[in-house]
Structures are given as structure tokens and as C-alpha cells.
């Protein structure tokens, strides 16, 4: 009776549509799913749809990346009103600064003399939000590259030549963002970002949880994290971080997971939002 609270589709940079995902827990026999797509709640309807089809929970989330002193820490936010306009500005925003980002990248690639369209970046990035990877694999198709880590290595990695910098929010403006639309805002693999100085200004601003159970997370890591979110009263929570099948991480669809008891008291939480 488990339930695996990160997950993320082709509505961001995961590589099965919503449905397919679904399917896919409920075949491996989850019975709940968090869809947490980096920026974006656009794969949720399909997922909720798919989620009463099949017969298996949908918890409705996001996934915020923001930028704490050039390092990038990642916001959950769970439950959120999809409709709320702080939310829906934010999203919008950060989409359209995706946009400029890549047209601004391609712009100094072609002053290098590397001829890249904007139509095919688009192309491969398909339904999910554009962004570096896509620029990096449409310079590996033109053979301007040998792969997508020689492509950062040499032009869009930061300090290269054809590296713009992102539009970026602060990690408390990403759980406050989270808050003000209703949301349950959680940090998210605070192991791999190691920067816990952050905790206590991020609980000013309204932090409800920590991932403490997640797949780049040790045993020892687990162990930390549970015992500060028990001492500040934090929820805790845990997922995979799937992004597809076949990628080199290896990881599947609950991996990680953690008890429904989790979801209630998600949801307990809403009630008082
Ligand atoms: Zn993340
Ligand atoms: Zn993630």
C-alpha cells in the first residue's frame, strides 16, 4: 500500500506521456502517484483522467527549480490550485523565459557559425518545456558535436561561449509561490543539494515537508532528514524521481516510496491551507 510521490512525463523532461506513466504504476502495483513535472502542471488532467480509469490515486504537483547562490534546489509543491493566477503568471513566465533562452543560445551559436533552428530545437523538445538538452542534441544532429555532454563542455555549459543564464527564482519565492496557490511546499532531495542552511528561511516562507526518500538518497541521508523533519515538525515525504524507461539512471517507477498515511496527511494539510 504504497504510494511514489515524484514522477515527471513529457510535460517536462520525462519520456512517458501522463497515461502511460499511470499505466505503468498501476501495473506495477502503486496505489498512489505524485506527478511532479519540473515548472509545469499541464500533464495532470491526462494523469487524473488516466488515474480514475485505472483505478489508482493521482496527487496533483510540480516540481519549481530555483536558484539558491548558483546552486539549483528543487521545490515540490503538492496539491496546488491549478487555476490560482499567482501560479498560472509564474509558470507562463518561466515558459516564455525558456523560449527567449533557447533563441537567445542559438543567436550566439550562429555568430560561432553554427547554423541551428529554432524550429528543430522546438521540434525535438516536443509537448515538454524547451531548454538546454534540446539545443544540445539539435547541435549533435548538425555533427557540430559528438554528444550532449560535449555540446555543454563546449558552448552551452556555464562560461561557454554559447551559455545564457536562466530566469530563476529564489527558493523562498518558490515556496511562497507554492503557498500562495494553495499548495503544500516540500523541499525536494535536499541530500543532493546539500545547502540544509536554507531550511530555517525556507520555513519562514512556509515549508510543510521534506523529501526525505529519494533515489540519489543514502541510508545515512534518510536517516538526517527524517529526524529534522521530525525535531520541526515536517512532513515527510518520498519518491522516485522517474523520468521514463530505459534511461541510464536505471531508475524505476517506485523506487522510492513512501506509506499512504503520507497522502493524508498531505491532505490534512490542504484542509488547513
Ligand atoms: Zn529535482
Ligand atoms: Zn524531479
Known amino acids: 500500500m504504497t504510494a511514489d510521490l515524484h514522477c515527471h512525463t513529457t510535460a517536462s523532461d520525462g519520456t512517458l506521456a501522463p497515461a502511460q506513466l499511470v ?3 498501476k501495473d506495477l502495483g502503486l496505489k498512489a502517484l505524485g506527478i511532479t513535472d519540473h515548472d509545469t502542471v499541464n500533464g495532470i488532467e491526462e494523469a487524473v483522467d488516466a488515474g480514475e480509469r485505472l483505478g489508482i490515486e493521482i496527487i496533483p504537483g510540480l516540481e519549481l527549480n530555483t536558484d539558491f547562490e548558483g546552486v539549483e534546489v528543487h521545490i515540490l509543491g503538492y496539491y496546488p490550485d491549478l487555476e ?15 523560449r527567449s533562452r533557447v533563441r537567445a543560445m542559438l543567436e550566439k551559436l550562429n555568430g ?3 547554423a541551428v533552428r529554432e524550429e528543430r530545437v522546438l521540434e525535438i523538445a516536443g509537448q515538454g518545456s524547451v531548454g538546454r538538452p534540446h539545443v544540445a542534441q539539435a547541435l549533435r544532429e548538425q555533427g ?5 555532454m560535449d555540446a555543454f563542455a563546449r558552448y552551452i555549459g556555464p562560461g561557454r561561449p554559447a551559455y545564457v543564464s536562466r530566469y530563476k527564482l529564489t527558493p523562498e519565492q518558490g515556496v511562497g509561490l507554492i503557498g500562495a496557490a494553495g499548495g503544500i511546499a516540500v523541499l525536494a532531495h535536499p541530500g543532493s543539494v546539500a545547502r540544509d542552511e536554507i531550511i530555517p528561511r525556507l520555513l519562514q516562507t512556509g515549508l510543510k515537508g521534506i523529501e526525505v526518500f529519494h533515489t540519489s538518497h543514502s541510508k545515512d541521508m534518510e536517516r538526517k532528514y527524517s529526524e529534522m523533519a521530525r525535531t520541526l515538525g515536517l512532513v515527510m515525504t518520498g519518491g522516485s524521481d522517474f523520468h521514463g524507461p530505459g ?26 491551507m
Open 144 to 148: 557540430y558535436v559528438k554528444d550532449i
Open 84 to 98: 490560482a493566477p499567482a501560479l498560472q503568471e509564474v509558470l507562463a513566465r518561466m515558459r516564455d523565459a525558456r
Open 247 to 272: 534511461r541510464k539512471d536505471g531508475i524505476q517507477v517506485g523506487d522510492r516510496t513512501v506509506p499512504l498515511t503520507v497522502v493524508q496527511e498531505l491532505k490534512q494539510l490542504k484542509e488547513q
Open 112 to 114: 560561432l557559425g553554427l
Open 23 to 25: 499505466r505503468l504504476a
